[in-house]
């Protein structure tokens, strides 16, 4: 029992670090600003530089390293935002605009919001839905 609670831990031990340093860890992961194809065949061009064979096994890990990435880098830039940038808190209905238009512009804001949540949940059921007892060939 000691050693299952002690993966989990460690396991959760990773993700946060993993976390919290993704951007010095990884900085040219092909899958942050190009279309997976595009990644992909980055991936398999390098992988053919180095003389290495890509197996699909090893296609797969590289690409749950670009999901990892990319899910954390968005998350990163997200709290940044609600941190710093967009604190709703700060903004001021009265003065320069009337509150009407800036209530009108939270309303658009949220709305989005919103649409981004709906997509957000449709993301994680797609990665609930991968079938992780699959073997993969190599």
Do not use: C
Not at 101 to 122: C, F, P, Q
């Amino acid at each position: 029992m000691f050693h299952e609670v002690f993966a989990a831990f460690n396991k959760n031990l990773y993700v946060l670090w993993f976390r919290d340093n993704v951007e010095e860890l990884e900085p040219e992961n092909s899958f942050l600003s190009e279309s997976a194809t595009v990644a992909k065949n980055e991936i398999k061009e390098m992988y053919k530089e180095e003389g290495v064979p890509l197996t699909s096994k090893r296609l797969v890990q590289e690409m749950k390293r670009g999901l990892h990435t990319k899910l954390f880098t968005m998350t990163s830039s997200l709290e940044y935002t609600l941190g710093h940038e967009a604190n709703v808190a700060s903004i001021q209905a009265s003065g320069l605009r009337p509150a009407e238009e800036v209530s009108t512009d939270l309303d658009k804001i949220l709305e989005k919001a919103l649409k981004v949540e709906e997509e957000m949940n449709e993301l994680i059921d797609s990665i609930e839905q991968l079938d992780y007892s699959t073997t993969i060939s190599t």
